[in-house]
Every structure is written in C-alpha cells, then in structure tokens.
C-alpha cells in the first residue's frame, strides 16, 4: 500500500491547513505512509495510525525507520467493533471502497462521532466522475473491487459528500489530489 499510497500522502501534505490542526488519526493506515509522510511534512503534527493489532509491528518498524517514533503511534482496533480514536482531523484512504454501502455509512458515522466540532474527515480514493463516463481508472477499480471483495465499490465525490451530509457533515467538499486519485473533506 506504500508503493500505491505515497503520491496521494504526499499531495495531501499541502491540500489541507495542516498548520490550524494538533492531530490526525489515519483509519486503516496499514504499514503509516499517510501517517508518517503528514508528520515529515509537518513537524508540529501528531500522528496516529488505527489498523487490526498484526499490523502494530509492521507499523512501528516504518514509523522508526523514518524516526518518527515519538511523534506517530499505532492504536490497534477493529472498526467494525470499537469506536474509533478521537483526533482533529481523520484520514480514510482506500478504506471505504472496500466495502458495501452499509458499511461505508458506519464508517462515515464513526468518524464523525470521533471528531470535535469543526473536526474534518478526509476521504482520499480514485474518485469516479459524477456522470460515470470519463474517469476510467476509478471505474476499472471499481470493477476489481467487485471481483475482489464481497460488497465494494468505488464512487464519485458526489456520492461521498452525500453519504457526509447524511450522516450530519454541516459542509463537504471535493478537492483533487494527484493522477487519478481525488479526496472528500468534510467538516463536522
Ligand atoms: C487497502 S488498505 C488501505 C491502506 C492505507 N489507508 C493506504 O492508503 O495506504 C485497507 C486497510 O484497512 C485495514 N482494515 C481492514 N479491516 C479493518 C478493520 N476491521 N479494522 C481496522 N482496520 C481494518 C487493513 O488492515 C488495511 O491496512
């Protein structure tokens, strides 16, 4: 995830005010690349990653090999049964498309409850265009999501920010990132 991951978390180090906010929690982050590149690019940021316990190893030995180790910590947890930690602004990238839309909205709404008002949720994925017509990679992943997993499915920003609104976002907004790949920002 590294290796498809580190142009996005690079991008994302200049789309947000990262200099207004304490700390960020990266949902699903596997071995840190949002986690550890946000914090190289902001040393004033505390960062977090939240994954399944066996990836608590993995994690720490790239957060070390980047000395990053007192300023980016794992929290174990499985998001399908615990709450998920609080932060100023949380990250989900390539998280939401592999689930089914019932699951896509739990996640959405145990982010919201995780964050203080005013706190933002970023939502990076290969965003489909709103007509479904042009963005082919977003589309061909959408069918690999179809093929790989059980219920998941890529989608357009405009699909996200209605999941946000629904879920009690007051604004969301679409912001594009680098190459195919796009972010959802919405603000509690
Ligand atoms: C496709 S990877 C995304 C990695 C990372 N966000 C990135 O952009 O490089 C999905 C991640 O979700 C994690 N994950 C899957 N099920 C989970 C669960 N129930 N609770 C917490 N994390 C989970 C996986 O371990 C994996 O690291």
Redesign the pocket.
């Known amino acids: 995830?590294?290796g498809?991951?580190s142009p996005?978390a690079q991008a994302l180090t200049s789309v947000f005010p990262w200099k207004e906010v304490a700390n960020v929690v990266?949902?699903?982050?596997?071995q840190g690349?949002?986690p550890v590149r946000l914090a190289l690019a902001h040393p004033h940021l505390k960062a977090c990653g939240?994954?399944?316990p066996a990836?608590g190893p993995i994690f720490s030995r790239f957060v070390a090999a980047h000395d990053l180790s007192e300023r980016v910590h794992f929290t174990a947890?499985?998001?399908?049964h615990d709450e998920l930690p609080r932060a100023d602004v949380l990250t989900?990238?390539?998280?939401l498309h592999?689930w089914d839309l019932p699951t896509k909205r739990m996640l959405i709404s145990k982010a919201l409850a995780a964050l203080p008002p005013g706190g933002s949720l970023i939502v990076?994925e290969m965003l489909i265009d709103d007509e479904r017509r042009m963005h082919l990679p977003g589309l061909l992943m959408s069918l690999n999501m179809l093929i790989e997993t059980r219920g998941g499915f890529d989608f357009t920003a405009g699909d996200c920010i209605g999941w946000m609104r629904k879920a009690g976002f007051s604004r969301a907004r679409a912001v594009g990132l680098t190459g195919p790949y796009g972010a959802v920002i919405g603000v509690k």
């Open positions: 995830m590294t498809l991951s996005v990266d949902i699903g982050s596997a690349c949002i939240f994954d399944l990836v947890g499985d998001f399908f989900m990238g390539f998280v592999d990076y």
